[in-house]
């Protein structure tokens, strides 16, 4: 009985059935590589569009949009100079956006690095890019004296302040952003702000309302505006010690100043970025969300990011 005699793959067979496959590869990570991009900038802006909303509920039910970050009471009164709660837009419209257990643990008359840790090092997905990198609770360059009442007498506790990342924080104009000016911004957002609708005469369609920061650049809480802290730039050969004020965690300008738009080469910790490429996304007074390109005329950019600077502006 003849036996059949069984031919395998030859060696240049081989080497071609490989270079298929190395060909079939390359063409799809990239494709993978879009759709995962596309989805990623996609879930962004339905973050920030539910940010807007939260933020709308607010105003309706308070009469104007929250501060940018408080250091006063209700009826203008300083809490604490020494140490402030400076409890930022995005803690005060956790209940708006379904975190009612959340917001009910917090004391906003007491400073952030006085609450309980779990409380501010609560990670929350509606405040995080997903084309971000994952940035565990961070420590904040600030220290909270935390009183500790005994019997007869009273201790005090010195507490590293970590708090929980975030990706959105709100614009705070066109000014720089610093200690002397952290009450004046033209923007929506500045310290113990209280900016209703009506304020924004440059129009609610062209005034942005909050905008990306990305962790390549700096790092930014939903919590508040530490303070003591050091937001600090963190790209390859930024100097980490020329950092931001402690407001710039929760806020950034838009400044008309050559190299300061979206991924500004200036690597400015105080400033926007995403990871998104070509630029990053905005929440707009109006509610709608749009993609600020990095080469936005800079005279723009500014323009769009006051209240009532008599400008007028919009995107290309």
Do not use: M
């Given at each position: 009985m003849a036996r059949t005699k069984r031919r395998?793959?030859?060696?240049?067979?081989?080497?071609?059935?490989?270079?298929?496959?190395?060909?079939?590869?390359?063409?799809?990570?990239?494709?993978?590589?879009?759709?995962?991009?596309?989805?990623?900038?996609?879930?962004?802006?339905?973050?920030?569009?539910?940010?807007?909303?939260?933020?709308?509920?607010?105003?309706?039910?308070?009469?104007?949009?929250?501060?940018?970050?408080?250091?006063?009471?209700?009826?203008?009164?300083?809490?604490?100079?020494?140490?402030?709660?400076?409890?930022?837009?995005?803690?005060?419209?956790?209940?708006?956006?379904?975190?009612?257990?959340?917001?009910?643990?917090?004391?906003?008359?007491?400073?952030?690095?006085?609450?309980?840790?779990?409380?501010?090092?609560?990670?929350?997905?509606?405040?995080?890019?997903?084309?971000?990198?994952?940035?565990?609770?961070?420590?904040?360059?600030?220290?909270?004296?935390?009183?500790?009442?005994?019997?007869?007498?009273?201790?005090?506790?010195?507490?590293?302040?970590?708090?929980?990342?975030?990706?959105?924080?709100?614009?705070?104009?066109?000014?720089?952003?610093?200690?002397a000016s952290a009450a004046n911004g033209n923007g929506i957002f500045y310290q113990d702000s209280r900016t209703r609708l009506l304020d924004v005469t440059d129009g609610t369609s062209c005034t942005f309302l909050v905008g990306e920061r990305s962790s390549d650049l700096s790092l930014a809480t939903w919590t508040g505006a530490i303070h003591g802290g050091r937001v600090r730039p963190r790209r390859p050969g930024t100097d980490p010690n020329n950092y931001a004020h402690w407001s710039a965690y929760v806020l950034s300008p838009c400044s008309s100043d050559p190299g300061r738009g979206p991924n500004s080469p200036a690597n400015r910790a105080e400033d926007f970025a995403s990871l998104h490429g070509g630029g990053a996304h905005f929440l707009f007074a109006d509610g709608s969300v749009h993609f600020v390109v990095n080469g936005i005329q800079r005279s723009v950019y500014a323009a769009m990011a006051t209240r009532a600077g008599g400008e007028v502006a919009s995107l290309p």
């Open positions: 395998g793959f030859t060696l240049i067979e081989l080497l071609v059935v490989i270079a298929i496959i190395a060909i079939l590869v390359a063409l799809l990570v990239p494709a993978v590589q879009r759709v995962r991009a596309a989805a990623a900038a996609t879930q962004c802006r339905n973050n920030l569009k539910q940010i807007g909303l939260a933020l709308h509920s607010f105003h309706d039910r308070n009469k104007g949009f929250p501060a940018g970050f408080i250091t006063k009471s209700a009826d203008g009164i300083v809490i604490d100079p020494l140490s402030p709660p400076d409890w930022g837009w995005a803690a005060l419209i956790l209940n708006d956006l379904e975190q009612n257990n959340l917001w009910a643990q917090i004391n906003f008359r007491v400073a952030v690095g006085a609450a309980k840790q779990p409380v501010r090092e609560a990670p929350l997905s509606i405040f995080l890019c997903p084309a971000d990198h994952s940035i565990p609770p961070f420590d904040s360059g600030a220290i909270a004296i935390v009183p500790l009442v005994q019997p007869q007498v009273a201790f005090h506790n010195f507490v590293q302040v970590t708090v929980a990342h975030a990706n959105y924080v709100g614009v705070f104009g066109s000014g720089d952003l610093l200690a």
